[in-house]
């Protein structure tokens, strides 16, 4: 795989669901060094679970499987999820399953044996679904989700403020120095005056948020994204 793709996986979580040890534990050497976490399960009901507590941002699961199906996995957990991405992979071509799984909003379906070059294809096809969503990759393993209002950083998820979210939305955007006169015209709330104090402190919970180092401030004239 090449090494954009692997650094642009490395700030998403992964759980693969297979029931098959050989195949699973293939398939984790390929996955395990380019996502921030890889979660295993080996039946639906583990993968429920790890779904619940880790929230991961890619499933990827096989359709047969004992007791309950990928399928039923993807149905019940799309009940509350419209968003998590997922791909199917499957010994089979059976049109029925296929048609069913087409109705879960699938990033790929993936025919075994899962070769390198599928998954690289399903995998860019994952990234890809992000072109047109507001997530950007601050620093590797640091992501922003302007439509959650958050910053995800290892281990840790940032709820942002209405001000911090449109400030940090504007310096990503612009891609430039957002002055002090932008910031106080473009964000800041009509009702309130933006006086030094209150600048610095919606500056100091601001930075607590974001990896270190990343706002730079511009003496004088205001501050800019490192990334």
Known sequence: MNQDLI???SSFNLLYVEDEDGIRNNIYE?????????YLA???????????????DLIITDIRMPKETGID???KIRKTDS????????????????LEATELHLVKYIIKPI????????????????????????????IYDESKSC?????????????????????INKNRIITY????????????????????????????KLPDGILKNIQGTGYRLVI
């Open 73 to 75: 996995l993807i149905k």
């Open 7 to 9: 650094k642009q996986l």
């Open 181 to 208: 006169q932008e910031l106080e015209t473009q964000i800041w709330d009509d009702t309130n005056i933006m006086t030094p104090n209150a600048m610095r402190l919606f500056i100091k919970n601001f930075r607590k």
């Open 151 to 171: 910053v995800i950083g290892p281990d840790i998820e940032y709820i942002l403020t209405k001000k911090e979210n449109a400030f940090l939305k504007l310096l």
């Open 115 to 142: 070769t390198e070059a599928k998954l690289t294809e399903a995998l860019e096809a994952f990234i890809k679904s992000y072109a047109t969503a507001p997530v950007y990759n601050l620093i590797p393993k640091w």
């Open 83 to 98: 968003k998590i991405r997922v791909i199917i992979t499957s010994a089979h071509t059976d049109l029925e399953y296929m």
């Open 30 to 38: 390929i996955l395990r060094h380019m996502f921030k976490n890889l």
């Open 42 to 56: 080996k039946n639906a009901k583990d993968a429920y679970k790890i779904y619940q507590e880790k929230k991961p």
